[in-house]
């Protein structure tokens, strides 16, 4: 048997774009710094929205204009700035340009935040073990790149080709 030659790898301490053009997701080894609840999203790149958002208590509220989610989508929410907390939520909608998440973690801080709801692969961890995940077959197909959305303190490496 041959080594494959063509996968590669991306490590990710931070959320972001790993690979910006078509590919094939083979493999996804996942640690969080922490154990309590962490998760991680990997999402189209291309389909996302900016706007703000507030968080009082577990609640936070998003205002993006025209949104376009539906109650009890699911999306990875990037807050970019305050000290909201990443995360993959279910979404309830107030109306066009507002819905609402809970959070596990409670606090009072706003800011700018993007959602991510063409979610690929979630996954969630409660170990500071590191978590590897083998995808059958040829992998997810990434039509639009791998999009790496981090939970607090999560790192992750994804396997692609």
């Known amino acids: ?3 494959q030659y063509d996968v590669k790898s991306y490590h990710a301490s931070a959320s972001g774009t790993a690979v910006s053009y078509a590919t ?3 493999a996804i080894t ?3 710094g922490t154990s309590s ?3 991680i999203a990997i999402a189209d790149p291309t389909v996302s929205k900016s706007g703000t958002y507030s968080q009082t208590a577990f609640t936070i509220t998003v205002t993006i204009t025209g949104h376009g989610l539906v109650t009890g989508q699911r999306v990875f929410l990037d807050c970019t700035s305050g000290t909201g907390r990443d995360a993959v939520y279910a979404v309830t909608v107030t109306d066009a340009n507002v819905f609402t998440v809970t959070s596990a973690a409670t606090t009072s801080t706003s ?3 993007t959602f991510y709801p063409t979610i690929l692969l979630e996954l969630d961890t409660y170990s500071t073990v590191g978590l590897p995940v ?3 077959g040829e992998g997810i197909y990434c039509s639009n790149g791998i999009y790496v959305g981090l939970g607090s303190s999560v790192t992750a490496t ?3 080709g």
Do not use: D, F
Request: proline fraction near 5%.
């Open 111 to 113: 800011g700018n935040a």
């Open 24 to 26: 094939r997701l083979k």
């Open 37 to 39: 609840l962490r998760n």
């Open 30 to 32: 996942v640690t969080s």
């Open 1 to 3: 048997m041959t080594m």
């Open 134 to 136: 083998k995808i059958p």
């Open 158 to 160: 994804v396997y692609y």
